[in-house]
């Protein structure tokens, strides 16, 4: 059985940092990209950070370019998100998905999902 399981996040001052990351178990971790999604209150789903099966290509949304960091490390079986001079629009749950494709401008519907962690920045 497929599990992700995020950690990480909390309360968040405007400006400030936090490191969100999944550990995965229950699949061949080095075989699939990994990506973060996210959720605010009242919205859509959206794609956050992609990277590949080898680590060597990221993928980001413009709203998060230059302030998020998308890693993974296959012996560990984890991905991580670093964010930065986060903004209360930061404010989400945040998903740590598995399978699926990635790359410039687009990406496909991913075959895991985690439960999600909630990243709140205050103003």
């Known amino acids: 059985q497929v599990q992700l399981v995020e950690s990480g996040g909390g309360l968040v001052p405007a400006g400030g940092s936090v490191r969100v990351s999944c550990a995965a178990s229950g699949l061949t971790f080095r075989l699939y990209a990994m990506g973060w999604f996210r959720q605010a209150p009242g919205k859509e789903r959206e794609f956050v950070a992609g990277i590949s099966w080898s680590g060597g290509s990221t993928y980001y949304a413009d709203s998060v370019k230059g302030r998020i960091s998308i890693s993974r490390d296959n012996a560990k079986k984890t991905v991580s998100l670093q964010m930065n001079s986060l903004k209360p629009e930061d404010t989400a749950v945040y998903y740590c998905?598995?399978?699926?494709?990635?790359?410039?401008?687009?990406?496909?519907?991913?075959?895991?999902w985690g439960q999600g962690t909630q990243v709140t920045v205050s103003s």
């Open positions: 998905a598995a399978g699926g494709e990635y790359g410039e401008n687009y990406h496909t519907t991913p075959d895991y």
